[in-house]
């Protein structure tokens, strides 16, 4: 089997790694693999640039492992419109400050710290 060579950046923190030079909407075998072992070794891949629809960024999460769920979107917006109070009692508010929230990664829960511009699906980050 072919192996992919990723441009890799380890992140100035204790773990994760922004990664360059790829198109998550259509990575072949090879560089899906690279991309897999390198999510094993950052635990948390920051990925700029990419621009994929709800359906490609499922699609993704899904080669990954098995999801709780497909996806979930973060906004202060309810759905009927009306604007979540702002005071920490709301935790998709926590999500958007920044407050550390959990997620399942291969089979061991890690604590991250949101950042209001990211979407985290499973552990990748996509800005």
Do not use: C
């Amino acid at each position: 089997m072919a192996h992919a060579t990723l441009d890799l950046e380890p992140l100035h923190a204790t773990f994760g790694a922004r990664v360059r030079g790829i198109r998550l909407a259509s990575l072949d075998e090879a560089s899906f693999d690279a991309l897999y072992e390198a999510w094993l070794e950052y635990a948390l891949l920051v990925f700029d640039d990419q621009f994929l629809t709800r359906a490609e960024q499922v699609t993704l999460a899904h080669r990954f492992g098995e999801l709780k769920f497909d996806i979930a979107p973060l906004s202060n917006v309810r759905s009927d419109g009306s604007v979540r109070a702002d005071d920490d009692s709301d935790d998709v508010i926590k999500v958007l400050k920044g407050s550390l929230f959990r997620i399942d990664l291969a089979g061991g829960t890690k604590t991250f710290n949101s950042l209001n511009s990211y979407g985290v699906v499973r552990g990748v980050s996509f800005h």
